[in-house]
């Protein structure tokens, strides 16, 4: 959290003084929008070394239930998306502690699959998301924007393991 004081005090100092526009937007949309992020990756990557996870569902289930009375209205899971509050990162945290404690087999290949692929996942889903914001029907948009998400990540790792292959053959100089 002093990283993600830090960076917003940046971001605020360059706008008071008439920095240049670049590099507030830098400071403001890439350092402190990511800052929060850092430390969920970086709390998963202990998670999975970590004997006291049941001790840190807990810790995330106190700091999330401390958040959530303080915010004062009801569960918006996506409030403080960007950049990420406590609330938010608590509420992920708390989500993929329960997650990791929950899912037995880890070795599941849908499981590595998707977790390997998160990063298409979640960058495919947004045209998705957008073009299905008329529906009023949050489950069938749900099941629209994940399996259309799924499936084009799919596709487009298909389509990059054919365009490298391609790539090594041309390169092979081969006849």
């Given at each position: 959290m002093l990283l993600q004081q830090l960076l917003c005090w940046g971001a605020s100092f360059v706008q008071q003084y008439n920095c240049s526009y670049c590099l507030s937007v830098i400071l403001e949309d890439y350092l402190v929008g990511c800052s929060g992020y850092?430390?969920?990756?970086?709390?998963?990557?202990?998670?999975?070394?970590?004997?006291?996870?049941?001790?840190?569902?807990?810790?995330?289930?106190?700091?999330?239930?401390?958040?959530q009375i303080s915010q004062g209205s009801a569960f918006a899971p996506n409030a403080g998306k960007y950049p990420p509050t406590l609330y938010y990162i608590s509420y992920g945290l708390l989500v993929s502690c329960a997650l990791w404690l929950i899912i037995p087999n880890k070795s599941n290949k849908f499981i590595v699959w998707v977790s390997k692929n998160s990063w298409n996942i979640y960058l495919f889903h947004i045209p998705f998301y957008t073009m299905t914001f008329?529906?009023?029907?949050?489950?069938?948009?749900?099941?629209?924007?994940?399996?259309s998400a799924l499936i084009t990540t799919l596709?487009?790792?298909?389509?990059?393991?054919?365009?490298?292959?391609?790539?090594?053959?041309?390169?092979?100089h081969c006849p």
């Open positions: 850092i430390i969920v990756s970086a709390v998963g990557i202990r998670l999975t070394t970590s004997p006291k996870t049941k001790w840190l569902l807990l810790l995330f289930l106190l700091l999330f239930l401390i958040c008329f529906m009023r029907n949050w489950r069938i948009r749900f099941l629209i924007v994940v399996s596709l487009w790792n298909k389509f990059l393991g054919k365009f490298n292959e391609f790539i090594k053959h041309k390169n092979c």
